[in-house]
């Protein structure tokens, strides 16, 4: 019997164990299985293209909006200051190895540039001659100096230097295509400001920031942002955007400051000084200027279905309206496609992000472009 016991015991472990293995075996077989599906949608290709070809690409067209490598909206803006550019051109000119930079094409042939935007813009301002070198300390002797001053032979070099393109192909979801620019990113300056005010300068505004205006819910309807965007704070990014840029309008000191310290010094001016009935009375503002925007433009502060927020055009749209509300006090509204004013030549030159999004000139052209068109209904 201890025999046959013993027996039927080793029998039982063996089924066990074989249970054990098909299981391991069948855990092995979906993990694979994932990693091949995530990996379709990851599909693309190396290339190697000249400075010359690359600014051409991006420049081409680019006032009517059909360049062929163009920049989305929620890259929109530009932030890098003339030592980064300079810094740039001049790893370019010793032979220094520049990242690869990530575009995804679109069905319609364009070229979406997914990494890369504020390098392929001062790459376009420099050799545009937008751009003089500044507060380089090993090659001295080109600060000061634009593109066109250089020697011939260097500027060739320049425009024949190499650089490599990494292209994610055209069946790349929206989603592969935000997940691959918040892994880039991660950990990097761009998309952050927000949180740090948040952490670090706290205070009564930035309270009614996060726990009034940000929970508005037409707010939110007229808002569309993607859950990348949302993790990093853009909608109260936008709405801070929203109270400094209409409250310092015309004057934008973005020259010597830039716009994430010009907001940084009113958050702390407004920490400082916000009572209980200015805080009532922008929020009256607020709601106003979100009422406008829901009865004028069909889908809100997107452009289109798509959930994206470009932050100059919610700065045109939002200023705007609010500027005309306080000058007017009652509108006609009627409704707008936002196609019709997207495909203004005037308006889209206001809005570009070729270079230098936020100097005070393009700031007050793009919000007085709105505003005359609420005062006009």
Known sequence: MKLLLNA??????????????????????????????EQSMVD?????????????????????????????????????????QSKLIESIILGLPIPSMFFAENKDGRCEIVDGSQRVRTLAAFLSDELSLAHLQRLTELNGVRFSELPASRQRKIKNTALKLIFLSDSATE????????????????????????????????????NRCAKNKLFL???????????????????????????????????????????????????????????????????SMLGAIQKVFEFGFAKDEKPQVSRVYFEALSVGAALALAEKGSLNFRRIPSSEILSDTEFYQHMSGKYKTHTQAKINSRIDYIKNIFLGM
């Open 8 to 37: 039927g015991k080793i029998f039982f472990d063996h089924n066990i164990l074989s249970v054990e293995v098909c299981m391991q075996e069948g855990k092995h077989g979906r993990i694979e299985a994932e990693i091949e599906r």
């Open 44 to 84: 693309y290709d190396t290339r190697e293209f000249t400075i010359e070809y690359l600014v051409d690409k991006y420049i081409k067209n680019s006032e009517r909006g059909t360049n062929e490598f163009f920049v989305p909206d929620y890259q929109r803006e530009f932030v890098w200051d003339e030592y980064r």
């Open 175 to 210: 989603d592969v295509k935000n997940d691959l620019f918040e892994r880039i990113n991660k950990g990097s300056d761009l998309l952050k400001e927000m949180e740090k005010r948040k952490g670090i300068l706290r205070g009564k505004f930035i309270d009614f920031i996060y």
């Open 221 to 287: 309807q007229l808002t569309p942002i993607c859950k990348m965007m949302k993790t990093r704070q853009e909608g109260e990014e936008l709405i801070l955007r929203f109270f400094a840029f209409f409250e310092m309008y015309p004057k934008y000191d973005t020259q010597h400051q830039g716009v994430a310290r010009l907001l940084d010094s009113y958050v702390i001016e407004k920490n400082k000084t916000l009572t209980d009935d200015e805080e009532e009375v922008k929020y009256a503002q607020f709601e």
